[in-house]
Protein backbone atom coordinates (compact mmCIF):
# COMPACT_ATOMS: atom_id res chain seq x y z
CA UNK A 1 0.00 0.00 0.00
CA UNK A 2 0.98 3.43 -1.18
CA UNK A 3 2.23 5.86 2.08
CA UNK A 4 -0.12 8.72 2.29
CA UNK A 5 1.73 12.03 1.99
CA UNK A 6 0.82 15.80 1.39
CA UNK A 7 -0.40 16.65 -1.65
CA UNK A 8 3.04 18.15 -4.33
CA UNK A 9 1.73 21.58 -4.10
CA UNK A 10 0.81 21.09 -0.11
CA UNK A 11 4.99 19.67 -0.09
CA UNK A 12 6.10 22.95 -1.82
CA UNK A 13 4.24 25.40 0.66
CA UNK A 14 5.45 23.74 3.49
CA UNK A 15 9.25 23.29 2.16
CA UNK A 16 8.81 27.26 1.45
CA UNK A 17 7.39 28.07 4.79
CA UNK A 18 10.40 25.87 6.14
CA UNK A 19 13.11 28.41 5.21
CA UNK A 20 11.42 31.25 7.07
CA UNK A 21 13.83 32.00 10.60
CA UNK A 22 12.22 30.19 13.46
CA UNK A 23 10.01 27.62 11.60
CA UNK A 24 10.16 24.04 11.74
CA UNK A 25 9.08 21.24 9.89
CA UNK A 26 5.70 20.85 12.23
CA UNK A 27 5.43 24.84 12.30
CA UNK A 28 5.52 25.02 8.62
CA UNK A 29 2.76 22.18 8.40
CA UNK A 30 0.56 23.98 10.83
CA UNK A 31 1.03 26.89 9.32
CA UNK A 32 0.55 25.19 5.50
CA UNK A 33 -3.12 23.91 6.55
CA UNK A 34 -3.80 26.86 8.51
CA UNK A 35 -3.74 29.05 5.53
CA UNK A 36 -5.29 26.11 3.46
CA UNK A 37 -8.23 26.11 5.64
CA UNK A 38 -8.45 30.27 4.68
CA UNK A 39 -10.61 31.67 2.34
CA UNK A 40 -9.44 32.48 -0.74
CA UNK A 41 -9.62 35.88 -0.16
CA UNK A 42 -7.04 35.60 3.08
CA UNK A 43 -4.63 34.24 0.90
CA UNK A 44 -4.82 36.29 -2.04
CA UNK A 45 -4.47 39.49 0.34
CA UNK A 46 -1.22 37.80 1.94
CA UNK A 47 0.43 36.68 -1.14
CA UNK A 48 -0.40 40.40 -2.46
CA UNK A 49 1.44 42.57 0.64
CA UNK A 50 4.63 40.02 0.68
CA UNK A 51 5.22 40.96 -3.32
CA UNK A 52 4.51 44.72 -2.78
CA UNK A 53 6.91 44.99 0.33
CA UNK A 54 9.55 42.77 -1.54
CA UNK A 55 9.17 45.43 -4.55
CA UNK A 56 8.95 48.08 -2.30
CA UNK A 57 10.91 48.03 0.36
CA UNK A 58 14.90 47.65 0.74
CA UNK A 59 17.43 48.97 2.82
CA UNK A 60 18.41 52.67 3.01
CA UNK A 61 21.95 53.29 1.61
CA UNK A 62 22.65 55.49 4.31
CA UNK A 63 21.67 54.21 7.85
CA UNK A 64 20.49 50.70 6.38
CA UNK A 65 16.87 50.95 8.00
CA UNK A 66 13.86 50.05 5.55
CA UNK A 67 13.24 52.39 2.82
CA UNK A 68 10.20 52.62 1.12
CA UNK A 69 10.21 53.50 -2.60
CA UNK A 70 7.54 55.45 -2.64
CA UNK A 71 8.58 57.65 0.46
CA UNK A 72 12.10 57.04 0.86
CA UNK A 73 14.28 56.44 4.28
CA UNK A 74 11.60 58.40 7.54
CA UNK A 75 14.79 58.23 9.49
CA UNK A 76 17.11 60.33 7.05
CA UNK A 77 14.26 62.28 6.52
CA UNK A 78 13.18 63.16 9.59
CA UNK A 79 15.34 67.15 9.87
CA UNK A 80 14.55 67.03 13.79
CA UNK A 81 16.55 64.46 14.67
CA UNK A 82 19.82 65.28 15.98
CA UNK A 83 22.95 64.22 13.08
CA UNK A 84 25.70 64.20 14.99
CA UNK A 85 24.68 61.32 17.33
CA UNK A 86 24.51 58.05 15.82
CA UNK A 87 23.41 54.87 17.98
CA UNK A 88 24.72 51.89 16.04
CA UNK A 89 22.52 48.63 15.75
CA UNK A 90 22.59 45.50 14.74
CA UNK A 91 19.71 44.99 12.75
CA UNK A 92 16.86 48.00 11.52
CA UNK A 93 14.46 45.76 13.86
CA UNK A 94 16.61 47.10 16.58
CA UNK A 95 15.81 50.69 15.88
CA UNK A 96 12.04 50.30 16.82
CA UNK A 97 12.48 49.02 19.89
CA UNK A 98 14.33 52.12 20.68
CA UNK A 99 12.20 54.47 19.38
CA UNK A 100 9.62 53.71 21.39
CA UNK A 101 11.32 54.62 24.18
CA UNK A 102 11.06 58.33 22.73
CA UNK A 103 14.24 58.85 24.63
CA UNK A 104 16.72 59.08 21.63
CA UNK A 105 16.53 61.86 18.96
CA UNK A 106 19.63 61.20 17.03
CA UNK A 107 20.23 58.79 14.10
CA UNK A 108 20.83 55.22 13.54
CA UNK A 109 23.02 52.94 11.66
CA UNK A 110 22.49 49.45 10.69
CA UNK A 111 24.58 46.80 10.53
CA UNK A 112 23.22 44.21 8.83
CA UNK A 113 24.65 41.56 11.73
CA UNK A 114 27.54 41.49 13.71
CA UNK A 115 30.90 40.04 13.92
CA UNK A 116 29.97 35.83 13.99
CA UNK A 117 33.45 33.93 12.55
CA UNK A 118 31.81 30.45 13.47
CA UNK A 119 29.11 31.30 10.85
CA UNK A 120 31.47 33.49 8.52
CA UNK A 121 30.60 36.30 8.79
CA UNK A 122 33.46 39.40 9.15
CA UNK A 123 33.48 42.58 9.30
CA UNK A 124 33.87 43.11 5.44
CA UNK A 125 29.87 41.48 5.37
CA UNK A 126 28.86 44.23 7.60
CA UNK A 127 27.77 47.94 6.93
CA UNK A 128 31.16 49.23 8.70
CA UNK A 129 32.67 50.86 5.63
CA UNK A 130 29.54 53.14 5.26
CA UNK A 131 29.29 54.30 8.73
CA UNK A 132 33.10 55.38 8.22
CA UNK A 133 32.29 57.55 5.24
CA UNK A 134 29.19 59.11 7.63
CA UNK A 135 31.61 59.87 10.36
CA UNK A 136 34.42 61.21 7.88
CA UNK A 137 32.06 63.74 7.07
CA UNK A 138 32.80 65.75 9.88
CA UNK A 139 29.52 66.19 11.53
CA UNK A 140 28.94 63.23 13.38
CA UNK A 141 30.44 64.25 17.46
CA UNK A 142 29.55 61.02 19.05
CA UNK A 143 28.57 56.91 18.83
CA UNK A 144 26.86 54.82 20.34
CA UNK A 145 27.68 51.32 20.37
CA UNK A 146 23.80 49.47 21.05
CA UNK A 147 24.83 45.82 19.49
CA UNK A 148 24.09 42.71 21.44
CA UNK A 149 25.78 41.76 25.14
CA UNK A 150 26.85 38.25 23.81
CA UNK A 151 30.01 36.97 22.54
CA UNK A 152 29.40 38.22 19.11
CA UNK A 153 27.64 41.65 19.94
CA UNK A 154 30.89 42.21 22.27
CA UNK A 155 33.25 41.30 19.46
CA UNK A 156 31.61 43.59 17.37
CA UNK A 157 31.48 47.02 20.02
CA UNK A 158 35.00 46.24 20.64
CA UNK A 159 35.94 45.63 17.19
CA UNK A 160 34.21 49.23 15.78
CA UNK A 161 35.58 50.74 19.10
CA UNK A 162 38.73 50.00 18.07
CA UNK A 163 38.56 50.87 14.93
CA UNK A 164 36.28 54.27 15.29
CA UNK A 165 39.10 55.46 18.20
CA UNK A 166 41.84 54.66 16.00
CA UNK A 167 40.38 56.86 12.44
CA UNK A 168 38.93 59.54 14.75
CA UNK A 169 40.64 60.35 17.39
CA UNK A 170 38.15 63.14 18.72
CA UNK A 171 35.18 60.64 18.62
CA UNK A 172 32.84 60.10 21.71
CA UNK A 173 32.42 56.30 21.69
CA UNK A 174 29.76 55.19 24.25
CA UNK A 175 27.91 52.13 24.75
CA UNK A 176 24.01 51.26 26.00
CA UNK A 177 24.42 50.61 29.73
CA UNK A 178 23.96 46.54 30.44
CA UNK A 179 22.93 45.83 33.89
CA UNK A 180 19.70 44.58 36.05
CA UNK A 181 16.65 45.24 34.34
CA UNK A 182 13.82 47.28 35.60
CA UNK A 183 11.76 45.67 38.43
CA UNK A 184 14.43 42.88 38.46
CA UNK A 185 15.73 41.59 41.60
CA UNK A 186 19.24 40.42 42.59
CA UNK A 187 18.19 36.96 43.34
CA UNK A 188 17.45 36.23 39.40
CA UNK A 189 20.45 37.86 38.10
CA UNK A 190 23.16 35.82 36.54
CA UNK A 191 26.88 36.84 37.51
CA UNK A 192 27.73 38.45 34.28
CA UNK A 193 24.46 40.91 34.62
CA UNK A 194 25.17 41.51 38.31
CA UNK A 195 29.44 42.42 37.29
CA UNK A 196 28.04 44.66 34.41
CA UNK A 197 25.44 46.23 36.58
CA UNK A 198 28.60 47.19 39.15
CA UNK A 199 30.96 48.03 36.76
CA UNK A 200 28.21 50.44 35.56
CA UNK A 201 27.33 52.04 38.68
CA UNK A 202 26.88 55.75 38.82
CA UNK A 203 26.58 58.48 41.28
CA UNK A 204 23.19 59.62 43.17
Known amino acids: MAKI ?3 EEVKLLIAHLKRLPGVGPKSAERIAVWLIGKDGDFSNDLAKAMMLSA ?3 QACEVCGFFESSGIGCRLCADTQRDAA ?5 EQPTDV ?17 GRIAPLDDIT ?7 SL ?3 IADGCVSEVILGVGSDVEGEATANYLSDLLAGKFPDLEITRLAQGLPAGG ?7 L ?7 GRRRL
Open 123 to 129: PEDLRIA
Open 55 to 57: EMI
Open 85 to 89: VICVV
Open 96 to 112: LPLERTGAFKGGYHCLG
Open 132 to 134: VER
Open 193 to 199: TLYRALD
Open 5 to 7: DFP
Open 185 to 191: GLDNADE
